[in-house]
């Protein structure tokens, strides 16, 4: 069985102070919590404040994107051994704002997936389609095509040791969330496609759900077969919202 996991994609929120404060009321009150795993990802400026507290405790750390260079002339950006030299177990690449306000294609987020696969950071790898794409009826072919762009260049284990966020755009902080069938319908048809390649790494990996996921209905995504955790933004930067989720996913 997959154990859930639940994490926190903080975004661009946040000063140093109310970040510290909220790192120590995750690990306060994830010490309680069982069967779920949990992160946080936090503005890179302040990884090294919050895995200071989070450090040796049962609350990962991760960033919220990687450079897809390892280093060298390329101001502004920040490196997988960067994020890994501050003791982060985990990277999302390919976020829906990555993707539409930085212009992230399928494949700089290949890449991107790659550099981070190979510094043995686990990459939480975001996919989803846009409100056009799903009244267009192209919700499967969207995923299967960014799901592609990492098999291309990856091959067919890909997903091993990875994480997968389906997060359906229309739903990112719009307070819209998938119903529990619609975001299991398309798990089931992500876990389907990568079994295609390979069926064992299909069956480990954990898939999230991600957009407008709260405490009022986290249990009930959660509770679906394919649906592995959550990605969550909004409802991570209040500790007590952020718990009640996890607690969701025990
Ligand atoms: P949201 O964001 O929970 O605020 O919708 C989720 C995400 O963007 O990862």
Redesign the pocket.
Known sequence: MRTPLVAG?W?MNGSRESVKELINGVVEGAKSLNGVEVAVCPPFIYIADVTAVAGGTNVSVGSQDVCTELKGAFTGETSIDMIKDFGCQYAIVG???RRTLYGETDDVVAEKFAVVKNSGIIPIF?IGETLEEREGGITEEVCARQIDAVFSSQGDDAFADSVI?Y?PVW????GKTASPEQAQSVHAFIRQHIAKRNAVIAEKVQILY?????PANAKELIGQTDIDGG??????LKTEDFLAVCQAGQ
Not at 171 to 174: K, M
């Open positions: 994609n975004k976020h829906s704002e975001c966020a997060e739903a990112i902080g719009t991600g957009g407008s996921m709260n990605l969550i933004g909004g409802a991570s």
